[in-house]
C-alpha cells in the first residue's frame, strides 16, 4: 500500500527541531547513573505526546530492529502521534538506520516517516569503526539510496557522514556527491564534539554552495561545551533542520538542549525560527524529561529554575527591589514562574520535594516526598476548578503528613512571595511578541 506523500505536501519552517531524545537521548549515561537503563513505554509515550504538543513536528527513534522493545514501542509512539494529528497536524517519526537494507526493512515496516542514514566517513570511523574505505562507502550508500527512492518515493531521506567534522571536505564530499540526488537532507554530525563556531560556519558555507536545494541538518556534541554556540552559528548561516534533545541528554556530554537553542534564539531576536514552538511550554517539558530521569533540571540548562534561585541575602534583597539585578532574561515567558513548574497529575516526586523544600520552605526529606506524591496523584484528579494543585499539595503536606514551613530570618524572603510580587512588577516583553499560554496539564 502506498503511503500518503505528507512530507511533500508540508511546509518546513525557518527551523526544525529533530527531536532525538528517545534515540541519542537513550544513549546518555545519566539513565545508568540513575539506575533507570532505558525509557519505559509510558515514558516514551509521554515525552512523544509533550514534544508533538510543544511544537516538535521531527521525531527520531531507533531503527525497530534494535531490540523487540524498540520495535513494539514504534507501534505505540504513532498511536500517540496520530491521536494529535487533529488537533496538532501531522508529526514525522524518523527512524536512525544504518546503511544497511534490515534497518530499512525494519523501519518500512513499523511505518516510518523518514530514515536517518548514517555511515562513518573520518578516517577513525573507517579504521576502527566498520573498515570501509570510501569507494565502498560510496558504493554502499548510493546503491541503498538508488533503491529506496525507487521503492518509497514517500519516505523522507536523510544522509549522515558520521563523525563528519573529522572528516576532510573532499572526502564528505566525495560521498555526498553520490547520495545528493536521492536525500532531503544532508547530516552533519559533530559526533565526538571537535567542531567550532569557525567550523561550522565554514563547512555549512561550503555545503551550502555545492548542494544549493538540500537542506542541511546539524547534531552538534557538547564534549567541548561548545554545543549550543556550534548550533547557534549553524542556525545563522543557515542551517534548518537541527538535532536536539531535553534538557540536551545524549551520549557522553550530549548535545544541544531544545529549550536552550530556542531561549538563545529568543535572547537574539531570531524570532522567525521560534514560530510554532510552545515557548511556555519549555519549563514543563525540562521537568517531565528530569522526572523521567529521577533528577532536577539540571542547573546548566538555561530554562531551569535554578535561573531564579537566589540564594545569598544580598542577591534577595536586590531582586526584591527589582528582579533585573539577578535575572536578565525573560524566564517566565519559557514557563519559569509557579503556575508552570507544577503540579499535573504527572508531576513526579522530585519536583514536588523541590516545590516543598526550595519553593515553600518544608523540611522535607526525599522519603516522605515520594510518599507525598503518591497521595497527591490520587488527589489531584479530583480538582474542584476553584483549589489549585499548589493548594492541594500544601494540604497533603501539612494536615496529612504535619509538615510545617521553616520560619525565616527576615532578611530571607521566601522567593515564592519574589516570584508573586515579580509576576505583577515584572514588565512584559520588550520584543511585542505574543507568546501562546501554555500550561503544564497538557503533559
Ligand atoms: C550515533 C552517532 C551520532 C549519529 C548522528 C546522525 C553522531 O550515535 O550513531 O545520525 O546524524 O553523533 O554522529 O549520534
Not at 11 to 17: G, H, T
Not at 273 to 289: D, F, M, T
Not at 388 to 394: C, G, H, R, T
Not at 417 to 438: E, F, I, K
Amino acid at each position: 500500500m502506498t503511503e500518503p506523500p505528507r512530507f511533500s505536501q508540508y511546509q518546513p519552517r525557518a527551523l526544525e527541531i529533530i527531536d532525538t531524545t528517545l534515540r541519542d537521548g537513550q544513549q546518555t549515561s545519566l539513565l545508568h547513573d540513575h539506575y533507570k537503563y532505558f525509557f519505559t513505554r509510558t515514558d516514551k509515550e509521554e515525552i512523544v505526546r509533550a514534544l508533538i504538543i510543544y511544537g516538535v513536528k521531527f521525531i527520531e527513534l531507533f531503527a525497530p530492529l534494535v531490540s523487540p522493545q524498540e520495535r513494539d514501542d514504534w507501534a505505540a509512539l504513532r498511536e500517540v502521534r496520530d491521536s494529535l494529528i487533529t488537533q496538532k497536524g501531522y508529526t514525522f517519526l524518523l527512524a536512525h538506520v544504518r546503511c544497511h537494507p534490515r534497518d530499512v526493512e525494519s523501519a518500512v515496516e513499523a511505518g516510518a516517516d523518514g530514515l536517518n542514514f548514517y555511515i562513518g566517513t573520518s578516517n577513525e570511523s573507517r579504521s576502527f569503526n566498520h573498515g570501509n574505505d570510501l569507494d565502498t562507502i560510496m558504493r554502499k550508500a548510493a546503491t541503498l539510496l538508488d533503491e529506496v527512492r525507487r521503492n518509497y518515493p514517500h519516505l523522507i531521506l536523510r544522509f549522515s557522514g558520521e563523525d563528519a567534522f573529522r572528516t576532510r571536505e573532499d572526502d564528505l564530499c566525495r560521498v555526498y556527491d553520490v547520495v545528493a540526488p536521492y536525500v532531503d537532507r544532508l547530516g552533519t554530525p559533530d559526533t565526538v564534539g571537535v567542531a567550532t563556531p569557525l567550523s561550522v560556519a565554514r563547512r555549512i558555507d561550503v555545503l551550502r554552495q555545492r548542494y544549493p536545494t538540500i537542506d542541511l541538518e546539524g547534531h552538534f556534541h557538547d564534549d567541548r561545551g561548545f554545543a549550543l554556540y556550534n548550533t547557534l552559528e549553524a542556525v545563522r548561516h543557515g542551517m534548518r533542520y537541527i538535532n536536539t534533545t531535553l534538557l540536551g541528554i545524549a551520549e557522553r556530554s550530549g548535545i544541544t538542549s531544545m529549550t536552550a537553542l530556542l531561549f538563545n534564539l529568543y535572547i537574539d531576536r531570531e524570532f522567525d525560527k521560534l514560530e510554532g514552538y510552545h515557548l511556555r511550554g519549555s519549563y514543563p517539558i525540562n521537568v517531565l524529561a528530569a522526572d523521567k530521569l529521577k533528577m532536577l533540571v539540571p542547573p546548566k540548562e538555561p530554562v531551569s529554575l535554578t535561573n531564579r534561585t537566589h540564594t545569598a541575602g544580598v542577591h534577595q534583597n536586590a531582586v526584591l527591589n527589582d528582579a533585573s539585578t539577578y535575572e536578565a532574561h525573560p524566564l517566565d515567558l519559557f514557563g519559569v514562574n509557579e503556575t508552570e513548574i507544577l503540579l499535573g497529575p504527572l508531576s513526579g516526586w522530585n519536583i514536588i520535594h523541590y516545590f516543598l523544600k526550595e519553593i515553600r520552605y518544608y523540611p522535607i526529606e526525599e522519603a516522605t516526598a515520594k510518599e507525598i506524591a503518591t497521595v497527591f496523584k490520587e488527589r489531584v484528579y479530583q480538582l474542584a476548578p476553584d483549589i489549585s494543585p499548589e493548594q492541594v499539595l500544601i494540604d497533603i503536606a501539612e494536615q496529612q503528613f504535619g509538615l510545617a514551613r521553616l520560619e525565616l530570618p527576615k532578611a530571607v524572603t521566601p522567593i515564592v512571595q519574589r516570584l508573586d510580587s515579580t509576576a505583577t512588577t515584572r514588565p512584559p516583553a520588550s520584543n511585542g511578541v505574543t507568546l501562546p499560554r501554555h500550561s503544564v496539564e497538557i503533559f
